[in-house]
């Protein structure tokens, strides 16, 4: 039962996500200059719960003034570092992905 569940969030987060309607969290740092999208979610809850955890990250690698936005998106590219002018293409999984 537990496999099921797992796998019924799994498709419901892709399918959101596939139709535009998935939350994100959106996390821009001034130093570094970038942009890191985490998700996809379910709901707004689901991502502004998971964000604590983004921001201990961050805060812990060192970034600064953090702004974080929870909304509904479909970003293409997960981290844009403005300071390096590149874009990160870090593979766009479901936050349950690999979770057991």
């Given at each position: 039962m537990n496999n099921f569940w797992h796998n019924f969030q799994?498709?419901?987060?892709n399918t959101f996500n596939s139709l535009g309607l998935a939350w994100w969290v959106e996390v821009v740092t001034q130093n570094p200059n970038c942009t890191y999208y985490f998700?996809?979610?379910v709901s707004s809850k689901?991502?502004?719960?998971?964000?604590k955890g983004y921001i201990e990250d961050?805060?812990?690698e060192g970034a600064q003034r953090?702004?974080?936005?929870?909304?509904?998106?479909?970003?293409?590219?997960?981290?844009?570092?403005?300071?390096?002018?590149?874009w990160i293409d870090r593979k766009v999984k479901p936050v349950f992905s690999g979770q057991v």
């Open positions: 799994e498709g419901l987060v998700g996809p979610f689901e991502a502004s719960i998971a964000s961050l805060e812990m953090i702004t974080v936005n929870i909304k509904r998106c479909k970003p293409t590219v997960l981290t844009i570092a403005e300071d390096l002018g590149e």
